[in-house]
């Protein structure tokens, strides 16, 4: 009889040794993950409550690796009721072992692609339970068969993918013709779909295609796995067309079977939703959110300037007399987030901030030969980063003059672009002529309100106090999570943020 307690413990160090033997930039590269065990059991333990009661189960993993869910597969199922267990690895480091391993089990493992294989015609080969960790391979290494890959989706599941989708959008399309129907699947997937672009074709399918039970989460604060898995959402679906009424459970939190938070969503709801990370936490929109006024409505919101190498142009005061550089070729920019302690900047009287890490970013826009001619160190300074390679990185490369940088006027107002925890936010009002790079977006007032700034001097402190009482959740609910708790907002999302606070000031 199969010690399957025994075989699990040999696969957790055959994993770890496999792992050991790759760099961790190729795992990254590929997207080879495993998924830890504990997780992996209790992604199956919760999928026995879904799935129907008795039976014979068919299951598949189409991203097997050493087989972390068919594992945890045995250990939650007799062997009697696995009926057929089949798997795809395309990747041979980890299927040989893998199949040795499993050999003397029911496992079917195919050391093929499993994007290239073909799903079975007849219903009865079909598997009613597919379980996947699948590749979390970003759209830009998916090289030379994105629209192969594009085509088969549509054909298989009837989801017009992005060319941003990644890898794992392209396993649960192209599964979907291995699923009997009434058949259940569970995904580990980056949650990233459920607020950005992209992520539309993939909710459309789960709100359309199939009938999406369940959306899960983990709280970054009760960290439990690293920090890939912690920005993973794990969902179920039936291979069912959904009921018009039909609700989906949303839980964040906790454990799966043991949720802090928990709400049931229509799917009329989520089909006009964008950001569905806002669920559970945060309910439906109940106001008609058009005629919210938003911070797009007072202020166009723009990126901070992206110097194409931050360690090169960004120069404290001391450093440009130590290169012998001119002042004028300079203009002042703020410190990143992390270094900037305060919310108001004020500035000397030539409207530099008066700060204690002042810095400046070289901006010339003279051609060489001038700059070679008439500015003899900044030459110097310039062949500098000709030797270590910056006129080619991307952003310069793509520049007229590689050490121009964008023009971009200062403002009154910047946000800090990027944080963790409640209000993950800052505004910060700048008096001075200081810039920002792009960790911070910047605010410029529309003019009916730069008009009314000018003319009341009070009215930027107002309006920066009434920034800073936008309650965090109302701009995370537009902005993005990633791994580890991080939130980002980009400037179109900074822009949709509720501004009831500055209508009600203005
Ligand atoms: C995120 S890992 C998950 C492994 C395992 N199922 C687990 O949960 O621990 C994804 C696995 O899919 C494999 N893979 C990547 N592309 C594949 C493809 N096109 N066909 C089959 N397997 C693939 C990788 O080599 C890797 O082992």
Redesign the pocket.
Known sequence: MVKFSEIERQRQVIQAKLDGLKAKEERNF??????PIVL?KAIIQHTTKIMPQGGKIRFL?????????FSALNSAFSATRIEAATG????PH?GIPAKKLWSETILDLQL????KAIPPIDDKNKFNLII??????RHHHINGQKEQLQAKAFSAANIKLSGLSG?YCYFMALSHPWLKSNGISGW?VPSEFMDVNYGQSVKHYLLNEVTLLQIHRFDPKDVQFDDALVSSAILWFKNKKPKVNHRVKFTYGGTIDQPAHEKEIRVKVLADEKKWTRFPVSGERFINSNSIPKLKDFFTVKRGIATGDNGFFIMSPEEIQRQNLLREQFRPILPSPRYLDVTEVNADEKGNPILKNQLFVLDCKLPIDEVKRDYPYLYIYLQKGVARGVPDRYLCKNRKIWYAQETRLESSFYCTYIGRGRKPFRFILNHSKAIVSNSYLILYPKPFLEKDIVTNAILKVRIIEALNQIPGKAMVDEGRVYGGGMHKLEPKELGNVPAIEIANLL
């Open positions: 590929t997207g080879q993950f495993s998924t992996a993993d189409p991203a097997f690796g050493t087989g972390a869910f795809y690895e395309i990747d980890y093929t692609d499993f994007t996947c960790n699948p590749p979390y391979v890898l580990l």
